[in-house]
């Protein structure tokens, strides 16, 4: 009989040792227990891949979502290890951008930073375009991809075949922060680098790091945990210099035509922005990505103002004389491709970012944690005297938002439209989209948006009371997007019930995410605006040049019959009435998982068929007279 093996020393490398120092985490319940408790020493012999998993959790980050390839086996090894004792968790996927974007909304929804898993080649593409999303809407996470090896031995299978070094560490430079570990004494460096981007308090993005094939497994002698860094930390930044202070509240006392732009750096402070737009009576108009930073229904709330927009906002937009920006980095569609302000004499801007806060001409910046700036401000105001100057302003944006409201009541409840394609009458989107968001106020989902016609008409309908009700990837304006973000609540500590309002080529593009939020245990409902074709690109189509080329095509699909072909997936027809649609939702909701609904709308060129665009746009055959504006503009 052969004798027992000896068990390694804890802090030496091997499978059995990395078992013992996962229990003795799981045991203490955390790193830092472990090694306050002498369960673990302080140094340790350990594998890059190893070292990495444990820097990773002294920043709280023990999420991972993974597609495993030749280029993750051993980092595979070492999550497998972990996770059987608890410390780590590991949801697989199917799709690399859809796993991008179940990470994105894992991060942005419920504030857990989380890892993206995969390796270089077709995987990495995926998954760097998916990040978009991310680095857009300035969302932290980590993207972790296996890399070509270090000693030039000669191509490595996915690599991009080009006699240049570490290409997609150079490719993912460009995309947001990277780091190509081709030294595993480097983990410190590229940990610290991390923190600094992923959990960045303003300026947030993916943060990528490359693990070459043989680095993963090398060993990194004595390494002191405790020198790894923590997740990063930062005091909130005041406006040091008090004279600014004093400008700018010089400049809104006699400034009655005040518009506040709220962009969506403003929803963690929407208390401080409903008090200063209180105080100074100014008209406050939302980004697509700030809904619910006032009340719905606060008389100064004047709703989304842009290149889709509202009556209301844009009139905000367009009138005001002094514009106040507050966490905006200024999207096209945002400011109407810069023409969004013809009568701004001046902006006073509220960032944290130095860029964002000086993107305009005429601009007092105010940079700082836009909470503790706010609060300045208003110390430096003091009472602002309510004028009748200033009321008739507020009168005046109040009397464009009746007439937006107005407006929407017709579109929102117009009849059923015969539609070319579908050969019957059919609900519109503004009228199948308002009754998807009244049914989600009523059973306090959160709401997510994908790209296209539905996302445009779904941020100019939305009756948000507060802010984190509804995310709409404005930023990127990725397809997909809204379906993946379901997942991410059968990952999350506190998940909440998501509806993901999606089109018909949104929906296609990630349809396998069903499979996924089955797996991992999401409860959410997707709800497919069908219309057949791509109606924002026929829409501008039509605007720009009077008919529409190559964005629909014949190929009809039974999206409840596909959806119910998924174990754990329920699928229900929502009709072409308001009353078979809320029905629908009512069966949806019940089930205890995921569910479908799939309900046809009309696409065309009726008028009460969409909500209408009130901006500028920087496209097509418009952009020579939104140029000749831009550069006649003060700001």
């Known amino acids: 009989m052969n004798a027992r093996a000896p068990i390694p020393p804890i802090g030496m490398p091997g499978s059995a040792g990395l078992a013992l120092r996962a229990q003795a985490i799981a045991q203490a319940g955390s790193l830092q227990n472990?090694?306050?408790?002498?369960?673990?020493?302080?140094?340790?012999?350990?594998?890059?891949?190893?070292?990495?998993?444990?820097?990773?959790?002294?920043?709280?980050?023990?999420?991972?979502?993974?597609?495993?390839?030749?280029?993750?086996?051993?980092?595979?090894?070492?999550?497998?290890l972990y996770t059987a004792a608890g410390v780590t968790q590991v949801f697989n996927f199917r799709n690399e951008v859809e796993m991008a974007h179940a990470g994105t909304a894992l991060s942005w929804v419920y504030r857990e930073p989380c890892a993206v898993v995969t390796s270089i080649g077709p995987g990495g593409m995926q998954a760097m375009a998916g990040s978009?999303?991310?680095?857009?809407?300035?969302?932290?996470?980590?993207?972790?991809?296996?890399?070509?090896?270090?000693?030039?031995?000669?191509?490595?299978?996915?690599?991009?075949?080009?006699?240049?070094?570490?290409?997609?560490?150079?490719?993912?430079?460009?995309?947001?922060?990277?780091?190509?570990?081709?030294?595993?004494?480097?983990?410190?460096?590229?940990?610290?680098?991390?923190?600094?981007?992923v959990h960045h308090p303003y300026k947030a993005g993916p943060f990528f790091l490359m693990l070459p094939l043989n680095t993963q497994p090398a060993v990194i002698e004595d390494l002191h945990l405790t020198s790894l860094p923590t997740r990063l930390r930062v005091s909130p930044q005041a406006v040091a210099d008090?004279?600014?202070?004093?400008?700018?509240?010089?400049?809104?006392?006699?400034?009655?035509?005040?518009?506040?732009?709220?962009?969506g750096g403003s929803r963690e402070f929407s208390a401080q922005v409903r008090a200063l737009a209180e105080r100074i009576g100014a008209a406050v108009v939302l980004s697509p990505?700030?809904?619910?930073?006032?009340?719905?229904?606060?008389?100064?709330?004047?709703h989304v103002g842009g290149s889709k927009g509202s009556i209301s906002g844009n009139y905000a937009m367009e009138n005001g004389e002094l514009l106040i920006v507050v966490g905006s980095r200024a999207v096209c569609q945002a400011d109407c491709s810069g023409v969004g302000y013809p009568k701004a004499q001046a902006v006073i801007n509220i960032n944290g970012d130095l860029l964002d806060a000086t993107h305009y001409n005429r601009t007092l910046a105010l940079t700082g944690d836009i909470g503790v700036v706010i609060d300045q401000l208003l110390a430096a105001l003091g009472p602002v005297k309510p004028d009748s100057a200033r009321k008739q302003w507020l009168e005046d944006c109040w009397q464009a938002k009746v007439r937006w409201r107005a407006f929407l009541t017709q579109r929102q409840t117009a009849p059923r439209m015969q539609d070319p394609v579908w050969q019957r009458p059919v609900l519109s989107q503004p009228a199948a989209l308002k009754t998807v968001c009244d049914f989600a106020k009523q059973v306090q989902a959160v709401k997510f948006f994908d790209a296209g016609d539905v996302q445009a008409n779904g941020f100019?309908?939305?009756?948000?009371?507060?802010?984190?009700?509804?995310?709409?990837?404005?930023?990127?304006?990725?397809?997909?997007?809204?379906?993946?973000?379901?997942?991410?609540?059968?990952?999350?500590?506190?998940?909440?019930y998501g509806i993901a309002f999606t089109?018909?080529?949104?929906?296609?593009?990630?349809?396998?995410?069903?499979?996924?939020?089955?797996?991992?245990g999401a409860r959410g409902m997707v709800v497919i605006f069908d219309n057949r074709r791509m109606a924002a690109i026929s829409g501008l189509q039509h605007a720009q040049y009077g008919v529409d080329f190559r964005t629909n095509d014949?190929?009809?699909?039974?999206y409840v019959r596909l959806a119910s072909s998924i174990a754990g997936v329920q699928a229900f027809w929502g009709g072409d009435t308001p009353e078979s649609l809320r029905q629908a939702l009512e069966?949806?909701?019940?089930?205890?998982?995921?569910?479908?609904?799939?309900?046809?709308?009309?696409?065309?060129?009726e008028a009460d068929a969409g909500l209408g665009a009130y901006g500028s746009w920087n496209v097509g055959n418009w952009c020579d007279d939104v140029q000749r504006r831009y550069h006649a503009s003060r700001i």
């Open 34 to 80: 472990a090694l306050d408790q002498g369960l673990l020493p302080e140094r340790m012999s350990v594998t890059l891949s190893e070292g990495l998993v444990l820097g990773l959790l002294r920043q709280g980050v023990s999420k991972y979502l993974a597609i495993f390839g030749h280029g993750s086996t051993d980092l595979a090894e070492v999550l497998r």
């Open 587 to 605: 069966q949806a909701h019940a089930h205890a998982g995921v569910s479908v609904v799939h309900v046809p709308v009309y696409a065309g060129t």
């Open 289 to 302: 990505g700030s809904t619910g930073v006032m009340p719905d229904a606060h008389l100064q709330n004047m």
């Open 460 to 496: 100019q309908t939305v009756e948000d009371d507060q802010p984190f009700d509804t995310f709409t990837e404005t930023g990127a304006s990725y397809m997909g997007f809204a379906t993946c973000a379901v997942i991410a609540s059968g990952m999350a500590r506190n998940p909440r």
């Open 242 to 263: 008090t004279q600014l202070l004093a400008e700018a509240a010089q400049l809104i006392q006699k400034s009655p035509r005040i518009v506040l732009k709220a962009g």
């Open 503 to 520: 089109g018909d080529g949104s929906f296609m593009m990630n349809p396998q995410a069903l499979i996924s939020a089955v797996e991992h």
């Open 554 to 558: 014949s190929v009809a699909v039974d």
């Open 132 to 197: 978009l999303a991310a680095a857009s809407n300035g969302v932290g996470l980590y993207h972790i991809y296996g890399d070509e090896t270090t000693h030039g031995e000669g191509y490595n299978m996915q690599q991009v075949p080009k006699p240049t070094q570490h290409v997609y560490g150079q490719m993912t430079a460009l995309m947001g922060q990277s780091y190509v570990l081709h030294t595993p004494q480097a983990l410190r460096d590229a940990l610290r680098r991390g923190t600094q981007c």
